[in-house]
């Protein structure tokens, strides 16, 4: 079974930084694409970002293109989001979430794991 633990979420100012981390266990971490999505109040969860097994291709929704940056660290079974340049319409709930297989997607269907989220707000 995988299990994946966000942190980093928090209250921050536009315009402002914060950096997710998901901690994943449970098997072979550097075997499977991971992303990352989000909810806000009232909307359905949508797709943020994701990175491939290796590591070497991401995508990004248009919405945070150019803001955010989506990483891992094999070596510490872990995927970060480096979300920069803060709007208020960036507030919602992040989950991370885990692939069974080693090539990103950007549809939720391909998540079966998934964190318990990380509360991200911003304010204006």
């Known amino acids: 079974q995988v299990q994946l633990v966000e942190s980093g979420g928090g209250l921050v100012q536009a315009g402002g930084s914060l950096r997710l981390s998901c901690a994943a266990s449970?098997?072979?971490?550097?075997?499977?694409?991971m992303g990352w999505f989000r909810q806000a109040p009232g909307k359905e969860r949508e797709f943020v970002a994701t990175?491939?097994?290796?590591?070497?291709?991401?995508y990004y929704a248009d919405s945070v293109k150019g803001r955010f940056t989506i990483s891992r660290d094999n070596a510490k079974n872990t995927v970060y989001l480096q979300m920069n340049s803060l709007k208020p319409e960036d507030t919602a709930v992040y989950y991370c979430?885990?692939?069974?297989?080693?090539?990103?997607?950007?549809?939720?269907?391909?998540?079966?794991?998934w964190g318990q989220g990380t509360q991200v707000t911003v304010s204006s």
């Open positions: 979430a885990a692939t069974n297989t080693p090539y990103s997607s950007t549809y939720r269907r391909h998540y079966p794991y």
């Open positions: 449970g098997r072979t971490f550097s075997s499977y694409a």
């Open positions: 990175i491939s097994a290796s590591g070497r291709s991401t």
